[in-house]
Nanobody
Framework: QVQLVESGGGLVQPGGSLRLSCAAS????????MTWVRQAPGKGLEWVST????????DYADSVLGRFVTSRESHRNLLYLQMNNLKSEDTAVYFC??????????RGQGTQVTVSA
């Protein structure tokens, strides 16, 4: 059974940083491209980042490019999203997902990130 469990969300001031984690199980994580998506209040799902199988390459949405970094520890089945210089518009529930792009599926239950002074 595929399981994805996100953690690390919370309340942070604008300009602050958070690191999200995603623990994966039930599938060959080391062989899979992985994705972060988010959903802001009242809005649809937004693709954030996708990382390659090896972790050598990651693609980012323009809205987070230069501020967010995706990484992975495949030997531990862990996916990360380092978020720096956070803005109020980054407030959302963040999900990790198996596969590439906005249609990556399944997703975890999500972790709430709130950026507010």
């Amino acid at each position: 059974q595929v399981q994805l469990v996100e953690s690390g969300g919370g309340l942070v001031q604008p300009g602050g940083s958070l690191r999200l984690s995603c623990a994966a199980s039930g599938f060959p994580f080391r062989n899979e491209v992985m994705t972060w998506v988010r959903q802001a209040p009242g809005k649809g799902l937004e693709w954030v980042s996708t990382i390659s199988v090896t972790g050598d390459f990651a693609d980012y949405a323009d809205s987070v490019l230069g501020r967010f970094v995706t990484s992975r520890e495949s030997h531990r089945n862990l996916l990360y999203l380092q978020m720096n210089n956070l803005k109020s518009e980054d407030t959302a529930v963040y999900f990790c997902a198996r596969g590439a792009g906005l249609n990556a599926f399944p997703r975890g239950q999500g972790t709430q990130v709130t950026v507010s002074a």
